[in-house]
Nanobody
Framework: QVQLVESGGGLVQPGGSLRLSCVAS????????MAWYRQAPGKERELVAA???????NYADSALGRFTISRTNAKNTVYLQMNLLKPGDTAIYYC????????WGQGTQVTVSS
């Protein structure tokens, strides 16, 4: 099974930035669309951003204009650049394919607080 390892989270003040990374244990070049999800305390997991193999991207309304998803197939890595962070972005962030069909990793905690 493919293992997904997320990193890059942390504590940041409102308005700050973080860059998340997700490394897969095998090539995901064959996976058409990779995505970042997040789950805040007491809430369901939600899709934040997605990127197709051809580079086409889609974002949740909450992320549009602030977050940028990218992928490097040669490194089996997908990134999420997050700018202008808000307290409402506080959550555990996960990556997976668009259907969430792979085994979920541990995620990386993002806390936005002053």
């Amino acid at each position: 099974q493919v293992q997904l390892v997320e990193s890059g989270g942390g504590l940041v003040q409102p308005g700050g930035s973080l860059r998340l990374s997700c490394v897969a244990s095998r090539s995901f070049f064959s996976i058409n669309t990779m995505a970042w999800y997040r789950q805040a305390p007491g809430k369901e997991r939600e899709l934040v951003a997605a990127i197709a193999r051809d580079g086409q991207t889609n974002y949740a309304d909450s992320a549009l204009g602030r977050f940028t998803i990218s992928r490097t197939n040669a490194k089996n890595t997908v990134y999420l650049q997050m700018n202008l962070l808000k307290p409402g972005d506080t959550a555990i962030y996960y990556c997976n394919d668009i259907g969430g069909t792979m085994v979920w990793g541990q995620g990386t905690q993002v806390t936005v607080s002053s």
